[in-house]
């Protein structure tokens, strides 16, 4: 069974909670997001192997320690896991970034595939999927089938907000990848919303509502 982080850090909880008000106009609310996507990669690499190397400061040798290990593939489920991207490449600047289009068909709530844009050594690639919302799990898991059918090993999913049914998805199908989120909510609502939540990420990040 895949495990659920949920990050409790004073500044994420903080942020979040001003991402989710209803009066955050749009310019506010994607830079709260690119904000809090920088401080969950902080904590999303705290695994990273490290390894020694030899460095000379301006007074003396010494050795001191680097990143090893796996490179980094980012993967935003467009629309909204775009929100998330800039953020998490500042911490991660030498990621690859991979671009898995779908949307929830609004009747029937499942991921429709639109596009699918990957870096070519995805099987080496230790692979972060990103989108804000968790809510059926419908669009994470095809996500996540669609990186696998083209190679994917190593996959960790990262969102902001998760409802218990999504996590309860994802577990189900794809037992071996981790789960990274900054609040785990009550319920999703007959639309498919998770409540409170924070409505319709994708309309709120771009303005288109
Ligand atoms: C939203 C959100 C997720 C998906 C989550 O995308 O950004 O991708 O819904 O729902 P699920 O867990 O029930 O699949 P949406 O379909 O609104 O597309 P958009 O990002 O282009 O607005
Ligand atoms: N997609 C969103 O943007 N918000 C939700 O609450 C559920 C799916």
Do not use: W
């Not at 000379?56 to 320690?65: H, K, L, R």
């Not at 499942?110 to 844009?117: A, D, G, I, L």
């Not at 794809?174 to 909510?185: C, E, L, R």
């Amino acid at each position: 069974m895949s495990k659920v982080y949920v990050f409790d850090h004073p500044l994420i909880q903080h942020k979040l909670t001003y991402i989710r008000d209803k009066n955050t106009g749009t310019k506010e609310f994607r830079e709260l997001v690119d904000e809090v996507a920088a401080l969950m990669a902080y904590e999303i690499t705290r695994d990273m192997p490290l390894e020694e190397v030899s460095v000379e400061t301006p007074v003396a040798p010494c050795t001191s320690q680097v990143i090893s290990g796996k490179k980094v593939g980012l993967i935003p489920i467009l629309r909204a896991g775009l929100g998330m991207v800039d953020g998490i490449l500042k911490l991660i600047p030498a990621a690859k970034v991979g671009h898995i289009g779908l949307y929830r068909d609004p009747e029937t709530l499942q991921p429709v595939e639109y596009y699918v844009k990957l870096p070519s050594d995805i099987e080496e690639r230790e692979l972060i999927v990103i989108d804000p919302m968790l809510a059926t799990g419908g669009s994470a898991v095809a996500a996540i089938q669609a990186l696998k059918n083209r190679g994917a090993r190593q996959i960790k999913l990262m969102a902001l907000i998760a409802a218990p049914e999504g996590i309860e998805k994802v577990q189900a199908e794809h037992s071996d990848v981790d789960i990274f989120v900054a609040a785990v909510d009550q319920q999703l609502n007959d639309h498919g919303y998770i409540v409170p939540g924070l409505g319709d990420a994708g309309d709120r990040l771009f303005g288109t509502k």
